[in-house]
């Protein structure tokens, strides 16, 4: 099993930037590929970005890309999600997640096996 614990979200003005942590435990995530997703209210859960095990490959919702950077460090088997240029539409409850599968890019949630309650980030205009 493993637990994800997501922190850093919080209320932001547009413009501003929130840096999204996402420590695991339980067992190392390493050989695993990662991701954040994000669901806004009223909306589907949507993918916001993914890394590989190794933090070789990275992938980008359009929506963010140029403005969100994905990164790792399975020393401390952490997962991290820089947000700049924040926007309102970027309103939602961020989750991270552990995908089990040796495949990329891993975009879809029935590639993930594992995922944080979520942290709240609100973009004010």
């Known amino acids: 099993q493993v637990q994800l614990v997501e922190s850093g979200g919080g209320l932001v003005e547009a413009g501003g930037s929130l840096r999204l942590s996402c420590a695991a435990s339980?067992?190392?995530?390493?050989?695993?590929?990662m991701g954040w997703f994000r669901q806004a209210p009223g909306k589907e859960r949507e993918f916001v970005a993914a890394?590989?095990?190794?933090?070789?490959?990275?992938d980008y919702a359009d929506s963010v890309k140029g403005r969100f950077t994905i990164s790792r460090d399975n020393v401390k088997n952490t997962l991290y999600l820089q947000m700049n240029s924040l926007k309102p539409e970027d309103t939602a409850v961020y989750s991270c997640?552990?995908?089990?599968?040796?495949?990329?890019?891993?975009?879809?949630?029935?590639?993930?096996?594992?995922w944080g309650q979520g942290t709240q980030v609100t973009v004010s205009a």
């Open positions: 997640a552990v995908s089990g599968v040796r495949l990329w890019p891993i975009r879809t949630s029935p590639y993930y096996d594992y």
């Open positions: 890394i590989s095990w190794s933090g070789a490959s990275l």
């Open positions: 339980g067992r190392t995530v390493t050989n695993y590929g």
